[in-house]
C-alpha cells in the first residue's frame, strides 16, 4: 500500500507540520445553546451556555468541546469502573446546541477551547 500525499493518514488530525504549526487549517466556532431552559433534554446534560472552540470543522468544534467537559471516568462518581460519558455531551446534540463558523480566517493557536 502506497501512501497518498493529498490524503491525511489516520491518526494525523489536528497534527503539526515540520515548522511545530498546526497540519491543518483551525477556525474559530462559536456553540450556542438552542433549546429552552426547561427541555427534558438538558436534564441527560449540563447547559454550559455559550462555547467558544478553535477547531477543524463544524463536527470537529463538537468533539472539541465535548472533549473539555469532565467525564466521570475524571472524578469519584458514578458511573465508574471505566464508564465513559463522552458520547452524552450536550456540544453532540445539534437539538441542544448549535454551531457556527465564527472566523474562517486561519487562527493561531492549537485546537482547544478559546
Do not use: C
Not at 449540563?46 to 467525564?71: F, K, Q, T
Amino acid at each position: 500500500m502506497t501512501d497518498d500525499p493529498a490524503q491525511s493518514r489516520v491518526g494525523a488530525l489536528g497534527g503539526t507540520d515540520a515548522r511545530g504549526q498546526p497540519a491543518e487549517k483551525l477556525n474559530v466556532y462559536r456553540l450556542d445553546p438552542v433549546a429552552q431552559l426547561d427541555d427534558p433534554r438538558w436534564d441527560n446534560a449540563p447547559n454550559h451556555g455559550v462555547v467558544r472552540v478553535r477547531a477543524l470543522s463544524p463536527a470537529d468544534a463538537r468533539i472539541v468541546a465535548a472533549e473539555a467537559e469532565i467525564d466521570f471516568v475524571d472524578i469519584d462518581a458514578k458511573p465508574g469502573d471505566g464508564t465513559t460519558t463522552d458520547s452524552a455531551s450536550a456540544f453532540r446534540d445539534e437539538k441542544l446546541y448549535s454551531v457556527s463558523l465564527e472566523n474562517e480566517t486561519e487562527q493561531p493557536g492549537k485546537r482547544g477551547l478559546i
